[in-house]
């Protein structure tokens, strides 16, 4: 079952940061979203991105370590070959 949450949140991250946001507490307590620009920005052009960042900060308070740098470097990569692959079926 979490494979398949995992799944969809890949597949529909602006949707996920809704559900998200509507139903838990998840992107409550980071230090950086304090200015509501942030997440705003990060749903906007980065949502995969946001919701790796806030799970690693909730998850793992404190400096962010290799792996989890490697992780939001992946999520960002991500993000934009969504962006890509959408621009990229435009184009012809």
């Known amino acids: 079952m979490p494979c ?3 799944l969809l949140v890949v597949a529909f991250p ?3 940061c809704v559900l998200l946001w509507l139903f838990t507490n998840f992107f409550s307590g980071i230090p950086l979203y304090r ?3 942030i997440p705003i920005l990060g749903f906007i052009f980065l949502p995969l991105t946001l919701i790796v960042y806030t799970y690693i900060e909730k ?4 400096p962010l370590s290799t792996g989890e740098l ?3 470097f992946i999520a960002v990569i ?3 070959g969504l962006i890509g692959g959408g621009w990229g079926r435009r184009r012809g």
């Open 14 to 16: 602006r949707i996920a």
């Open 70 to 72: 490697i992780a939001i």
């Open 78 to 80: 991500l993000d934009l």
């Open 35 to 37: 200015n509501v620009i």
């Open 4 to 6: 398949l949450l995992a």
């Open 59 to 62: 998850t793992y308070p404190g």
